[in-house]
């Protein structure tokens, strides 16, 4: 079984290249953050036509998430329960269902946008939602994973210059904590390896040539149980799919199951 995740930045500005991706990668379950689309508008049709259901959770504009299934789609739950909400709103940032014989949360945690700034705030408590509301789980014996862009590099080890980010939001001992209390939840991070350079890499910028200098991050990462990590045989950062024209600047990271 394969599954991914993938910060898409907008499906319908990516809709060919991720009809062609799932055509080419042979994947069964993947987990779509910033869809940037309304529900209504949301491309069902094209996706069912490849053979995948959807699942989505969006209101348009900004955010977003869904995960999308050729294994099928069950027990789908919209909303992260506990949502602390951010200026007065929920925002579609989180989206769990069971595919076969795993089960998913598809998330897209808060920038934070800056030390200080509320939005921060509000990163570190919907990280505490979410540590509550995955923790059973957690704990289960069926294979479950929290996949998409948690908007936090775990270590200095997965930005490409440390000293660049100090004082910044996604490195922060706060935000780094909230990583480790989600972990200590009955959570392992399924590293990746990287198909060219040292670094597994999920992001690049899209200003500076930070993607051909691989001035990058991993943020976007795959948090699973214990039943999910001994079923991994492979997993990896598909890098070729944030080149060309039209690109993420995200590129997808994709988890190979023995299930």
């Known amino acids: 079984m ?5 910060n898409v930045n907008s499906i319908t500005a990516r809709l060919p290249r991720l009809l062609a991706w799932l055509e080419s990668s042979g994947t069964d379950v993947l987990c779509l953050q910033e869809a940037k689309v309304a529900e209504e508008q949301f491309p069902f049709e094209p996706l069912r036509e490849l053979g995948y259901e959807a699942a989505v959770h969006a209101t348009g504009r900004w955010n977003g998430v869904a995960v999308l299934s050729r294994v099928g789609i069950q027990d789908v739950v ?26 998913v949360w598809s998330v897209y945690v808060p920038n934070g946008r800056e030390v200080g700034h509320p939005h921060y705030a509000y990163k570190l408590e919907w990280f505490e939602a979410l540590r509550a509301a995955v923790a059973g789980d957690a704990q289960g014996s069926r294979p479950f994973a929290v996949l998409g862009d948690y908007n936090v590099a775990p270590t200095d080890d997965d930005v490409f210059d440390a000293s660049v980010f100090e004082g910044s939001t996604h490195v922060t001992p706060a935000e780094r904590a909230a990583l480790t209390a989600l972990r200590e939840a009955g959570l392992a991070d399924v590293v990746p390896r990287p198909l060219k350079y040292d670094q597994p890499f999920t992001y690049w910028d899209y200003r500076q040539l930070a993607f051909p200098k691989n001035r990058g991050m991993r943020i976007d990462l795959v948090y699973g149980n214990a039943p999910f990590a001994q079923a991994v045989k492979d997993a990896y950062v598909d890098r070729e799919e944030r080149k060309g024209k039209g690109a993420s600047d995200h590129a997808p990271v994709v988890v190979d199951l023995d299930v």
Do not use: H, M, N, Q
């Open 78 to 103: 919209k909303g992260l329960p506990g949502d602390p909400g951010y200026d007065g709103a929920v925002e579609p940032r989180a989206l769990s269902a069971t595919c076969g014989p795993v089960r």
């Open 2 to 6: 394969r599954i991914a995740t993938w």
